[in-house]
């Protein structure tokens, strides 16, 4: 089946400095969606990626999406104890299924 | 309060048992799924249901099985073919499968077998 690539699979960082996540697939994607999961918790969404080259910022995220469609990262400005957990990206690669793959995820733990 | 629900949140069994995990949402979605996660593993999709009374398998269904009576309900049977049935379940709902909207997700269900 579809598989997507994210890296790393973990970071740790001190509170301040700045966290990238990437995920990347061999095909083009109909869209990709990042959630959150706080340790202990369940998957929350984030936001959607749709449209080639799509940026989308929320406070001190900003997620784009490639210019093939093909990858996508998340990227977080002065991290703060709050940005822990895991990232993982969803995939969906379109047809008739409509099913997401989820990448393993990154596993963000910060240093206060 | 709208959502989707799992019960329970902690489930032991013996070895050999089936056992089932409970899914409802009030969310009047018409897509259900349940997801597996391990250690590093990331969610790994068991089955999906795009519609009531039809599913389809997912990328690790041996072993599991479900029903889709209810829009509301998508209930997880593990039975005793699942050779390593300790982990988290994870069940999801979003509006409809082909729209690619986002997917909520339930607590989760951590099973134990011993």
């Known amino acids: 089946g579809q598989q997507v690539m994210q890296i790393p699979q973990y970071q740790h960082v001190q509170e301040g400095e700045d966290f990238t996540t990437y995920c990347n697939s061999s095909?083009?994607?109909?869209?990709i969606q990042w959630y959150k999961q706080r340790p202990g918790g369940h998957p929350v969404f984030l936001i959607q990626?749709?449209?080639?080259?799509e940026v989308k910022k929320q406070k001190r995220l900003t997620f784009q999406f490639g210019e093939a469609k093909k990858n996508s990262s998340l990227h977080i400005t002065a991290t703060q104890t709050t940005d822990v957990g895991t990232y993982f990206c969803?995939?969906?690669?379109?047809?008739?299924?409509?099913?997401?793959?989820f990448g393993k995820g990154t596993k963000l733990s910060v240093k206060p | 309060d709208g959502g989707i629900t799992q019960s329970p949140k902690y489930l032991f069994r013996k070895e050999g048992q089936n056992v089932t995990l409970s899914c409802e949402q009030n969310?009047?979605?018409?897509?259900m799924y349940w997801y597996r996660q391990d250690p590093g593993q990331g969610l790994r999709l068991i089955y999906y249901?795009?519609?009531?009374?039809?599913?389809q398998k997912g990328d690790i269904a041996e072993g599991y099985s479900v029903s889709r009576e209810k829009k509301e309900s998508f209930p997880l049977t593990v039975t005793s073919a699942q050779k390593n049935p300790t982990a988290f379940y994870l069940c999801?709902?979003?509006?409809?499968?082909?729209?690619?909207?986002?997917?909520?997700f339930g607590q989760g269900t951590r099973l134990t077998v011993v």
């Open positions: 999801a709902s979003s509006i409809q499968a082909l729209m690619n909207t986002e997917a909520f």
């Open positions: 095909t083009t994607l109909s869209n």
């Open positions: 990626l749709v449209k080639s080259g």
């Open positions: 969803a995939a969906n690669y379109g047809g008739s299924q409509g099913n997401l793959i």
């Open positions: 969310l009047n979605h018409d897509a």
């Open positions: 249901s795009q519609i009531v009374n039809d599913f």
